[in-house]
């Protein structure tokens, strides 16, 4: 402290009066956590760059393929000697929801198997700095439309990544009909034990705008309920 205090000219030092300030974002970017054995307050040192990552409220990370190569892809070079990251977090709903349909499903299951988070938008592709959001469908949105009788396929995806919750989606087609679905876990691919992913299919046979309770733990999801529409058959 003297030497640095002579190099940097000061006329005196002292300590900070707190190191709350200090604590407070540690505890925020996750450096201090909860022990879960002793219970205690613990600065963690990652073995890994990509378990340091936290990212901010409404944002997820990303697969760890995607983030260690997302400087590539986007077209920048990373120093020799350095590890570096380009936008390791998506920002996304804590489950979204969204219809497939036949071919989209499986470009959506090879994304994932390559480690591509499912975007709505992407500077590299809109050549503009403008964040990257998922696909999801809001809360009270028409999330699809489908012909009398004709079956949707809905796709969930858990981005809180809670292992073994199970979620079952409830139909209102009507002020007093109501019906239970219960959504079935994607099968894992590669070394993953858990997809974190579900699938539901619902048909209608009453036209009108149906809604779609979702429920993940036996609790509503934030984004719902979204809205079905059913349109006459075209026969």
């Known amino acids: 402290a003297a030497e640095a205090k002579t190099n940097g000219k000061y006329t005196g030092w002292r300590s900070t009066l707190s190191y709350m300030e200090l604590r407070n974002m540690q505890v925020e970017t996750n450096f ?3 022990n879960e ?3 205690l307050q613990q600065c963690i040192r990652s073995s890994k760059i990509y378990d340091a990552i936290v990212c901010p409220p409404g944002h997820f990370r990303r697969r760890e393929e995607e983030v260690l190569a997302g400087c590539e892809l986007a077209g920048l070079s ?4 350095f590890q570096c990251l380009c936008r ?3 920002k996304s709903f804590d489950v979204d929801v969204f219809p497939v349909f036949g071919d989209e499903l499986l470009q959506r299951d090879a994304n994932k ?7 709505a938008a992407s500077a590299s592709t809109t050549g503009d700095d403008e964040e990257e959001i998922s696909i999801g469908c809001p809360k009270m949105a028409l999330c699809g439309s489908i012909e009398q009788t004709k079956p949707i396929r809905f796709r969930a995806v858990d981005n809180k990544k809670r292992s073994g919750i199970g979620m079952s989606v409830f139909v209102h087609a009507g002020q007093s009909e109501t019906r239970e679905i219960r959504a079935t876990p994607v099968l894992p691919t590669g070394n993953e034990t858990e997809s974190f992913m579900y699938d539901f299919v619902i048909a209608e046979e009453r036209v009108g705008v149906v809604v779609l309770e979702i429920l993940a733990g036996g609790k509503q999801i934030p984004e719902s309920p979204l809205r079905l529409e059913v349109t006459p058959r075209n026969c």
Do not use: A, K, L, Y
């Open 32 to 34: 201090i956590r909860r």
């Open 37 to 39: 054995t002793s219970g």
């Open 78 to 81: 990373c120093d020799e000697g």
């Open 88 to 90: 390791p977090c998506v």
């Open 113 to 119: 198997n390559n480690g591509q988070t499912p975007v």
